[in-house]
């Protein structure tokens, strides 16, 4: 996987194991979403919450492009070490998290200028997901929150619903705090 953009633009980052229990947003895709938050979020003020940060490159993304507020959360302890370690060695600041996301959701009492979740598609209660992330009310007024989901869902009737975008077989739905 490549850092599409920032100061370490280019950069390859190999995850240690094939065998991680991930689904890692394509190049393209991500390059896509980036080229939108481009032109939505001032990075170096915004602080930012990566939801099953599975490989990090969202994070990632996120640091190489001047955003100094980053939260990854995650279950899986391999990918938990794996980003610790990355962030240490290229000192990014990302404070990295081992739990359950639902459980992180319920319990932290802080607000972020940007969400993004991208969980496995197969997850239970996929479907009720960014509901829960609003009802928690995790963004701040003017936030917005992106949820990655297969093509086959929906969420336009979702409270807070603002656009989708897709790429392949990957969709990208907007969501505001306020809306």
């Not at 980053?70 to 938990?80: C, K, P």
Request: proline share 4%; with cysteine.
């Amino acid at each position: 996987m490549r850092i599409i953009g920032g100061m370490w633009r280019g950069r390859r980052i190999q995850t240690p194991s094939k065998k991680w229990p991930v689904r890692p947003t394509t190049d393209f895709a991500r390059e896509a979403l980036f080229n939108i938050l481009d032109n939505r979020l001032d990075y170096e003020s915004s602080s930012a919450l990566d939801l099953f940060g599975g490989t990090g490159m969202h994070s990632i993304e996120l640091a190489s492009r001047g955003c100094n507020d980053i939260t990854y959360v995650d279950r899986f302890r391999h990918s938990v070490l794996f980003m610790k370690s990355l962030a240490k060695e290229m000192e990014m600041p990302i404070e990295v998290v081992l739990s359950d996301v639902y459980k992180f959701v319920e319990r932290t009492d802080r607000q972020w200028d940007y969400i993004f979740a991208d969980p496995p598609y197969e997850m239970d209660q996929v479907d009720y997901f960014p509901s829960k992330v609003l009802q928690a009310k995790l963004l701040k007024p003017n936030g917005f929150f992106v949820f990655e989901h297969m093509a086959t869902k929906n969420f336009e009737k979702t409270e807070g619903f603002m656009e989708a975008r897709q790429y392949g077989q990957s969709v990208f739905s907007f969501f505001g705090a306020g809306s």
